[in-house]
């Protein structure tokens, strides 16, 4: 079971941390996708992250701003969001897939997904 947290309503130019709790089994061998749905549009790949935290993607407007990493002692995987913009306002969704050493930007390839958390950024 995965759960997503840390969203929230900032400014514009504030800075969010979001964060993955694992439950039920370990996340060690996950890899981990962060997603995205605005209101009235598909959900759109943002970030994502190998098992080990050794590799990462990001979706282009993200790069430079978005951070995701990972701690798998604690069994979470954290998506830290900076220099925000309206046009980050959506629900952003954590999932896991089991996976050797690689890390997926496809939605459809992930067996397991959190509950979704908002983030509102205000002009």
């Known amino acids: 079971q995965l759960q997503a947290s840390g969203g929230g309503l900032v400014q514009a130019g504030g800075s969010l941390r979001l964060s993955c709790a694992a439950s039920?089994?370990?996340?060690?061998?996950?890899?981990v996708g962060w997603f995205r749905q605005a209101p009235g549009k598909e959900r759109e790949f943002v970030a994502a992250?190998?098992?080990?935290?050794?590799?990462?993607d990001y979706v282009d407007v993200g790069k430079g701003r978005f951070t995701i990493s990972r701690d798998n002692a604690k069994n979470t995987v954290y998506l830290q969001m900076k220099s925000l913009e309206p046009e980050d306002t959506a629900v952003y969704y954590c999932?896991?897939?089991?996976?050797?050493?690689?890390?997926?930007?496809?939605?459809?390839?992930?067996?397991?997904w959190g509950q979704g958390t908002l983030v509102t950024v205000s002009s």
């Open positions: 999932a896991a897939q089991f996976a050797a050493n690689n890390y997926y930007s496809n939605p459809n390839l992930y067996a397991y």
């Open positions: 992250i190998n098992w080990s935290g050794s590799s990462t």
């Open positions: 039920g089994r370990s996340f060690s061998s996950y890899a």
